[in-house]
Each structure stands twice: as C-alpha cells, then as structure tokens.
C-alpha cells in the first residue's frame, strides 16, 4: 500500500525556520510531479509549491523567495524548506505526489496525512 508520510511540522516564532518531509513508504514504477499544499479553517487547499522529477519548481506568489522545493529521488522524498516563516503561513501542510505503481499502466494521485504549521510568538 502506497502510503505518503510525513514529518517536520511544529510551532515557531515569526520569522523562524522549518523543513517539511515527505517519503513515498514504498517502492514504486515511477513518481511524477511532487508538491505541498495547505489549507486553513474554512478555506480551500491550495498549492503552495510543486516540482517535476527533473526539478522544475513552481511556487505561489505568496511563498516566493522564502521557501524552497527539492526532492531526492533515490529517497522517494520531497522536502520544504520554509524560511522567514509568517503568521499567515500557519496552516496544516499536505503533500502530494502522481505516483505510478508497478504493474498498472496509470499514475494515481496521492496525498499525505497532513501536518500542523504554526507560527506564532
């Protein structure tokens, strides 16, 4: 069973650091495009920043120049840097991943648990 897990999540102060991980539990034909969302009380999910299994990035105006992307593939892992963390920032943060198993012929859409982001004096 495929499963996304997560970890990293926690309280900061404003203008602090995280990193958020997220590992593919098992082995699988491929993984596609990896990506980070989040979503707060009352509110839709929404993209926060995603990237291709060559490294192409992309990321929400509102996060730009603060945090960053990567992935290792021989890991199965995306992470998040998240620096010069907000308030605004404070949300619970999913990852998300296209991944295609072995033996089927289609990519599947995966997310994670979900973990809590706060940020807050």
């Known amino acids: 069973q495929v499963q996304l897990v997560e970890s990293g999540g926690g309280l900061v102060q404003p203008g602090g650091s995280l990193r958020l991980s997220c590992v593919v539990s098992?082995?699988?034909?491929?993984?596609?495009?990896m990506g980070w969302y989040r979503q707060t009380p009352g509110k839709e999910r929404e993209l926060v920043a995603r990237?291709?299994?060559?490294?192409?990035?992309y990321y929400a105006d509102s996060v730009k120049g603060r945090f960053t992307i990567s992935r290792d593939n021989a890991k199965r892992t995306v992470y998040l840097q998240m620096n010069s963390l907000e308030p605004e920032d404070t949300a619970v943060y999913y990852c998300n991943a296209g991944i295609r198993r072995y033996f089927y012929d289609t990519e599947e859409d995966y997310w994670g648990q979900g973990t809590q982001v706060t940020v807050s004096s």
């Open positions: 990237i291709t299994n060559g490294g192409t990035s």
């Open positions: 098992i082995w699988v034909s491929s993984i596609n495009l």
